[in-house]
């Protein structure tokens, strides 16, 4: 069965420059969350969006925005990047209503 | 505010042994809690949900909440058991988790 698909799975990027993951939840799912897991961290909330709409937001930099397409597949734009953002990145999607989160694979960034 | 606590970070038992995961919440609500694991270079996965009250690969939990505590346990750990293990709280109305520090299980035959 289909996953939660994310893209890329490895990102290197520099100091100050930009990146944008992707993610593809399950089909039928409608909600999507980004998490950002830190090394030897555990994983810490970003921001959700269901149908499309931003649902809820956590700790989120300014830098930092997301969005959900019509297709319900979400982005993560990261703009000047810092070595602090280097941590993977899930995303997990959900059906309305459920507490059941099935994440995908994670991206991994890694600023220099 | 929600916070969930994992006292260990790693626990490391042999094949046989009986093991126990601890975690503990504090949330003013009522919790959903949760046992998420993430295999070696895998993704996380549900473990198991406390409302299911079921038992997978053997393990299972159960939400005390006068302790507010919610400990992941099997009676005979299996050296495939070897992983990390993320207790989470979601609060009642969304489906927004707030994940523990994780316990990293090591079974050695």
């Known amino acids: 069965a289909a996953g939660v698909i994310q893209s890329p799975r490895h990102l290197i990027k520099e100091k100050r420059e930009t990146a944008t993951l992707k993610c593809y939840p399950i089909?039928?799912?409608?909600?999507v969350y980004w998490y950002q897991q830190g090394p030897g961290q555990d994983p810490q909330f970003l921001i959700s969006?269901?149908?499309?709409?931003?649902?809820d937001k956590g700790s989120i930099p300014d830098r930092f925005s997301a969005q959900q397409f019509s297709d319900y597949h979400s982005e993560l734009n990261m703009s000047s990047l810092e070595l602090g953002d280097s941590a993977l990145y899930f995303c997990?999607?959900?059906?309305?209503?459920?507490?059941?989160?099935?994440f995908g694979a994670g991206s991994r960034l890694t600023v220099l | 505010a929600q916070r969930v606590t994992q006292p260990e970070k790693l626990l490391s038992v042999f094949k046989g042994a009986p093991v126990e995961l601890k975690c503990n919440y504090s949330?003013?609500?009522?919790?959903?809690l949760f046992w998420y694991v993430q295999y070696s270079r895998q993704r996380l996965q549900l473990l198991l949900r406390?409302?299911s009250r079921e038992s997978i690969k053997g393990f299972t939990a159960d939400l005390n909440k006068g302790e507010t505590s919610f400990h992941l346990k099997k009676p005979f750990a299996q050296e495939e058991d070897s992983a990390m293990y993320y207790c989470?709280?979601?609060?009642?109305?969304?489906?927004?988790?707030?994940f523990g520090k994780g316990t990293m299980l090591l079974v050695s035959p």
């Open positions: 997990a999607s959900s059906l309305p209503g459920a507490n059941v989160l099935t």
């Open positions: 089909p039928r799912h409608d909600t």
């Open positions: 969006f269901y149908e499309k709409m931003q649902s």
């Open positions: 949330y003013s609500g009522s919790p959903e």
């Open positions: 406390h409302i």
């Open positions: 989470a709280l979601g609060d009642s109305g969304y489906s927004t988790l707030t």
